[in-house]
């Protein structure tokens, strides 16, 4: 029954943001209804009686300068949050990137979402540096443009040397993807300290790192891309996900501060950032609770997805803040709401996410 209602509501909202709020369907009707050639309005009126009547002409009319309104400001907020997130730009970058010169560096690529952007990359003709600590995947032979490095990415030492490496053997990154991530369910009380620095390390702490190794060079030409891999977990704290949630509020810090010195310290306002927010994606963490996500009108995503969004955003050579599925949005609102609507949210997500960790024993 919640899966009936949700998928309506959605379906209602699609439509009103595709037809009603679609700025040039509404002011092209309301044109047609108030100005509109008198042979035109003659048709629609015999067409449609209650137009006839002037008090339902006057309430269409109105309604449709309503629509139009608020189709107007939700198109022209798009465009502000996509020039504010490109340091106010209105020319493309798109002439100062040529694919098949490009070298990216991806962590964490040897595997999952890595993995898949790595492969869409070389097809667009990118050299890729690959960093992680597991070898080469089978699916990854055999490509000329894929390069692997055996780096982990938690050792600020070796992250250095391996980007000295890469300069000497392929030249300097223009694009950097910090993908690289772990994630377990477990609550406080059960989180090693082996763990818990781990994932710190690996999900926050290589962030300055891999940035710190390949941004200076980026800074020289003002062009750079740099991808901060998120999540919507970024704007909330679920129970036994405490370290994880933790890591991905961090790295969006992280990611903002980022944009912000390279307008104001490093005057290098076209290297472009992007940070990207999935929400549930497909993976072994979740199967426990797979169908009660889904139930609840949650749809996964894929893997493909994400990789897919990512180098949809590379290849627009501009920055963004990116929700995967779109209106996960949402849950960048979350910390505005009134304290109750917040805590029953993050109950429900909560709740979902027990069945995948053991129970606490006392003593
Ligand atoms: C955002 O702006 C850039 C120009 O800086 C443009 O190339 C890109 O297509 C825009 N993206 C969207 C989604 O409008
Ligand atoms: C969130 O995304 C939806 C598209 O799914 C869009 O219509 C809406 O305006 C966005 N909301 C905000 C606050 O950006």
């Known amino acids: 029954m919640a899966l009936v209602v949700q998928r309506l509501s959605d379906l209602i909202s699609l439509s009103i943001s595709h037809i009603a709020l679609n700025p040039i369907l ?8 108030t100005k509109g050639p008198p042979h035109i309005r003659e048709r629609l009126f015999s067409r449609f009686a209650s137009l006839r009547d002037p008090r339902r002409h006057g309430q269409i009319v109105k309604a449709l300068k309503w629509f139009l309104a608020i189709g107007l400001t939700k198109n022209i907020n798009k465009q502000l949050s996509n020039m504010s997130l490109n340091a106010w730009r209105l020319k493309s970058e798109r002439n100062r990137w040529i694919w098949s010169q490009e070298i990216a560096v991806v962590t964490g690529g040897c595997g999952g979402i890595g993995e898949l952007v790595v492969k869409r990359l070389v097809t667009k003709g990118v050299k890729v540096a690959v960093l992680d600590i597991h070898g080469l995947s089978g699916g990854l032979q055999g ?5 692997f490095f055996s ?6 030492a070796a992250v250095k040397s391996t980007a000295e490496r890469i300069r000497a053997t392929l030249g ?22 082996e763990w818990l620095r781990k994932i710190f390390d690996v999900n926050l702490l290589s962030n300055w790192y891999t940035v710190k190794a390949f941004l200076p060079d980026m ?7 740099v991808v901060t891999v998120a999540s919507t977990a970024s704007f909330s704290g679920i129970g036994l996900m405490a370290d994880y949630c933790s890591t991905k509020a961090g790295v969006l810090a992280f990611h903002e501060a980022l944009n912000q010195e390279l307008k104001h310290r490093y005057n290098a306002p076209k290297i472009l950032t ?6 549930w994606i497909r993976t072994p963490l979740i199967e426990p609770f797979e169908k009660a996500l889904v139930a609840a009108g949650n749809p996964l995503l894929e893997p493909e997805d994400v990789a897919d969004a990512i180098v949809r955003q590379i290849e627009s050579c501009s920055g963004a803040q990116i929700f995967l599925p779109e209106n996960a949005n949402r849950s960048a609102l979350l910390r505005g709401l009134p304290s109750w609507a ?6 429900g997500v ?3 996410i027990l069945p995948s960790a053991p129970e606490y024993k006392s003593g």
């Open 342 to 347: 917040q805590e029953t949210l993050r109950s």
């Open 26 to 33: 509404t002011a092209s009707l309301l044109w047609v209804l």
């Open 350 to 352: 909560s709740k979902k």
């Open 143 to 147: 490509y000329s443009n894929v390069h």
């Open 151 to 156: 780096c982990d990415v938690t050792d600020p």
């Open 219 to 225: 800074i020289a030409k003002n062009k750079g891309h």
């Open 172 to 193: 300097s990154p223009t694009i950097l993807i910090n993908n690289a991530g772990i994630v377990q369910a477990h609550s406080i009380l059960d989180t090693s300290d």
């Open 274 to 279: 992007t940070s990207v927010h999935p929400n």
